[in-house]
């Protein structure tokens, strides 16, 4: 996967999958997704795990509400940190 933002860092799209194989002189513009799903930081981790399950999706792109990358949150990554967070005793949700 790779993203694609604008100057100021907002994402604009995603390219994934077979566009790979799409010819290398093609604009971005023309084999990217437009406006792909993004979640904000504030969610809950549980939460934001539990929905990334059920869509079974490996990853979510976390932005701030302006739509500035902030980051890839990659569902094998939550998953650990709630594994430790209950180890430790932490409140989960």
């Given at each position: 996967m790779c993203l694609v933002v604008n100057e100021s860092d907002v994402?604009?799209?995603r390219i994934r999958g077979e566009v790979w194989e799409a010819d290398p002189d093609?604009?971005?513009e023309q084999v990217m997704e437009?406006?792909?799903t993004t979640f904000r930081?504030?969610?809950f981790l549980e939460s934001l795990i539990r929905r990334m399950r059920?869509?079974?999706?490996?990853?979510v792109i976390l932005t701030n509400s302006d739509g500035v990358l902030i980051?890839?949150?990659?569902?094998?990554?939550g998953e650990e940190q709630l594994r430790q967070d209950q180890v430790a005793g932490l409140p989960v949700g």
């Open positions: 994402v604009l799209g093609s604009p971005v437009n406006g792909p930081p504030d969610n059920e869509r079974k999706v490996g990853s980051g890839i949150l990659y569902r094998k990554d």
